[in-house]
């Protein structure tokens, strides 16, 4: 069963509006979270990271939320740009050894 | 150069060949992983290892064989291909399960 999902396969968004990309998790367990964006024939970048002991981590345009109560995250990038069109992968991992579950990814376009 | 080299980038092979996909990192990092990416599935671990000579099975490990016996180099060995081992793959290093990762550029492999 999958422990991390995103649900949306694709987003499409106009540069400079926003962009956000949802996330959501069945592990409780999990307690650190991450993005990553990956570009067509590269592999993944980590993008930005977030603990469960905070709400919100912000890194220029691109910030992270966590609602451990919903079991949910997102990740909003403002103001959109056309280098922002890539897949976004969120990741869970929870303390300890264990390796990170990674969702299914979600494609975002930016239209310029 | 400093990073995460992987070879070859591409690789067409045939059904029960045996395919050896080499993995480098400079960063003399702990933790290496091996990846595959497929429409649908996302990013699903396959096998990792916290340091020389330890691996873990990740997800998907069936048909697949690692070695470690140096801290830089993770080879990944499809030992009899078959057709849906088809993918992309990706090794990535890190400092601990739960730190960042960092991804090699892929290998796209297509077994015939």
């Known amino acids: 069963d999958q422990q991390v999902k995103q649900n949306s396969p694709s987003l499409s968004v106009q540069e400079g509006r926003i962009s956000i990309l949802n996330c959501d998790y069945t592990?409780?367990?999990?307690?650190?979270f991450l993005w990553y964006k990956k570009y067509p024939a590269e592999g993944p970048t980590f993008l930005i990271s977030i603990s469960s002991i905070k709400d919100k981590n912000e890194d220029g345009r691109f910030t992270v939320f966590l609602n451990k109560s919903a079991k949910h995250l997102s990740l909003h990038i403002v103001p959109s740009q056309p280098g922002d069109s890539a897949v976004y992968f969120c990741?869970?991992?929870?303390?300890?050894?264990?390796?990170?579950?990674f969702g299914k990814g979600t494609r975002l376009s930016v239209i310029a | 150069d400093a990073g995460i080299t992987q070879s070859p980038r591409y690789k067409i092979t045939e059904t029960g060949r045996q395919v050896t996909l080499m993995c480098h990192q400079t960063w003399s990092h702990s933790y290496m992983f091996w990846y595959r990416q497929d429409l649908g599935h996302g990013l699903r671990l396959i096998y990792y290892s916290a340091a020389a000579d330890i691996t873990d099975k990740g997800e998907v490990p069936d048909g697949y064989v690692v070695s470690r016996s140096k801290t830089e180099n993770f080879p990944l060995t499809l030992e009899s291909a078959t057709r849906s081992q088809t993918s992309v793959y990706f090794c990535?290093?890190?400092?601990?399960?739960?730190?960042?990762?960092?991804f090699g550029p892929g290998t796209r492999l297509l077994v015939l």
């Open positions: 990535a290093s890190g400092t601990g399960t739960q730190e960042t990762q960092y």
């Open positions: 990741a869970a991992s929870t303390t300890g050894n264990t390796p990170l579950v």
């Open positions: 592990n409780s367990m999990f307690d650190y």
